[in-house]
């Protein structure tokens, strides 16, 4: 053997000696190892998808104003003044701020037939619209609306507020309000939050995780610019399946995105959203929004008498009174559906006897929340009576109209509009007459008696039909839906005039 081989034999048996000693000492092999899992307090969701946020029967307004330019949908909740009062009031800044704008002042405008504003109340798909789409073609202030959580006790709704504003991007803010009907307790989203600030840490830990960070380095505080695009975020999150789902900001900023890949390549058209789980989101949550995530089960609704027992802000929306005269009769439950249906409300001018003979049709009437008033007992001209005749006509109609609804039955109409100052005075109420008279009762065709009723009436009008025309039946949910389409809210004679309908000869409300 040459004395080369030899030392490259010796180096190969060292080697190999040493490689089977190493072996020897090598640890066994971890069965099941995967590699580590971050722990976040969240998860990425790219296109959120919305939750069922449980059923309610709301009462939907809508408003449009051509000359300050504003176009709002709303919704309110019957039996909950308080709650009412506090979205009405989201609506009422804006109308003021657009008549600013547009130097008009606001008044209630009602629109030709076909405008189209019988679609009202909130539409799911209100919070992931752009805002291109929500405004289409107008210029101005859009409002929509979205129910984000209908269960047990608990209610909220989105009002989502866009407007032009000029060459730049439009503005597009966002209020969610909330009620407790059990409690009445209202709470603006702004306040569902105690420290905004506990929750930045697990929501930039998952970005980063997200966006491909390794880092193990704590997340830093956030800087009060940070803080605040991070809290309008919140003003944008939904509460939902134990959960707190917070949008990604366009304008969001964290040392520890910086030059992170994923950070980089996201969408800006799509942003994501960051989900929070309840036990994360605790810390930061009051009480009642903690009530929020673990709400559950059907939404108990307040009790409420129907359409006309919930307020309407007539100086906000053009309101008009439909009055029908003569009932009750077999056709008066007719009528009532389609109010029902149409969520309008109405004034019956009932006769005496007519009531005697249909006392479950009157209790109906005032059960679901319509004004019902005083038409005599036996339909005779007051002007052609002496003083103790017009007494009985009106006095004993008021007597039993009372007993029946549990109404103050607080108004008279005379039959015919036949009337004096005599008769006022004995009668000791407001006279209500009218300034749109359908004449329904000289039995007109249906076409011409729908479209008279749909296209004369302006706002604060008080017109007159009849619940004993079988032609009015036949065209009453045309009339309502088609007063409905030009605007119009179908209000009780009290809500027309704010609950004080002055005294006299009353032939209009007050803004016509």
Request: aromatic letters at 6%.
């Amino acid at each position: 053997m040459t004395p080369g081989r030899s030392r490259s034999a010796r180096l190969l048996a060292a080697a190999v000696g040493t490689a089977l000693l190493l072996a020897g000492c090598a640890p066994e092999p971890v069965a099941g190892w995967e590699p580590r899992q971050w722990t976040t307090g969240g998860t990425i969701i790219e296109a959120p998808t919305a939750s069922d946020p449980g059923q309610a029967s709301t009462t939907d307004m809508r408003l449009r104003n051509d000359d300050v330019g504003i176009d709002a949908r709303w919704a309110t909740l019957p039996g909950a003044a308080a709650f009412n009062a506090a979205v009405e009031a989201v609506v009422r800044d804006a109308v003021v701020t657009r008549a600013q704008v547009s130097g008009q002042g606001y008044r209630p405008m009602v629109h030709p037939s076909g405008a189209g504003l019988g679609e009202r109340g909130c539409t799911p798909e209100t919070a992931t619209a752009s805002a291109s789409d929500v405004l289409g073609n107008r210029e101005g202030t859009v409002i929509v609306c979205e129910i984000v959580l209908a269960r047990g006790s608990l209610f909220g709704e989105r009002l989502r507020v866009v407007s032009t504003a000029g060459s730049a991007e439009p503005s597009d803010t966002s209020t969610v309000i909330y009620t407790d009907v059990a409690t009445d307790e209202v709470v603006p989203e702004a306040d569902l939050f105690t420290d905004v600030g506990a929750l930045w840490p697990a929501y930039i830990d998952t970005l980063r995780r997200d966006a491909g960070s390794l880092s193990l380095s704590p997340v830093a505080a956030p800087t009060d610019e940070q803080l605040a695009i991070f809290r309008d975020a919140l003003l944008g999150s939904h509460l939902t399946d134990d959960e707190i789902v917070i949008p990604v900001p366009t304008a969001l900023t964290a040392r520890e995105l910086d030059g992170l890949a994923g950070w980089r390549e996201r969408s800006r058209e799509h942003p994501p959203s960051v989900a929070l789980h309840a036990s994360v989101a605790l810390r930061a949550l009051t009480p009642f929004a903690q009530a929020l995530i673990r709400a559950e089960g059907d939404f108990t609704a307040p009790s409420t008498a129907g359409a006309g027992v919930a307020p309407t802000p007539c100086d906000l929306v053009p309101c008009m009174a439909l009055t029908l005269d003569d009932g009750p009769s077999d056709l008066t439950p007719q009528f009532l559906d389609v109010l029902r249906d149409e969520q309008s409300a109405a004034t019956f001018f009932m006769l005496g006897q007519n009531a005697r003979s249909h006392p479950d049709t009157v209790r109906r009437v005032a059960a679901e929340g319509h004004q019902i008033g005083n038409h005599t007992w036996s339909h005779a001209y007051l002007t052609e009576l002496t003083e103790e005749q017009v007494e009985d006509e009106v006095g004993r109609t008021a007597t039993l109209l009372r007993e029946l609804s549990g109404q103050p039955v607080a108004t008279f109409r005379p039959p015919g509009g036949f009337i004096d100052d005599d008769v006022v005075a004995i009668a000791g109420e407001p006279a209500i007459l009218w300034s749109v008279d359908t004449r329904d009762w000289e039995k007109p065709a249906d076409d011409d008696l729908a479209r008279y009723a749909i296209e004369a009436p302006a706002v604060s009008t008080i017109m007159l039909m009849h619940d004993i025309q079988a032609g009015s039946a036949r065209v009453f949910d045309r009339v309502v839906s088609g007063l409905r389409d030009r605007g119009f809210s179908l209000v009780t004679l009290d809500a027309l005039f704010d609950g004080s309908v002055p005294s006299g000869i009353v032939r209009h409300g007050p803004l016509a």
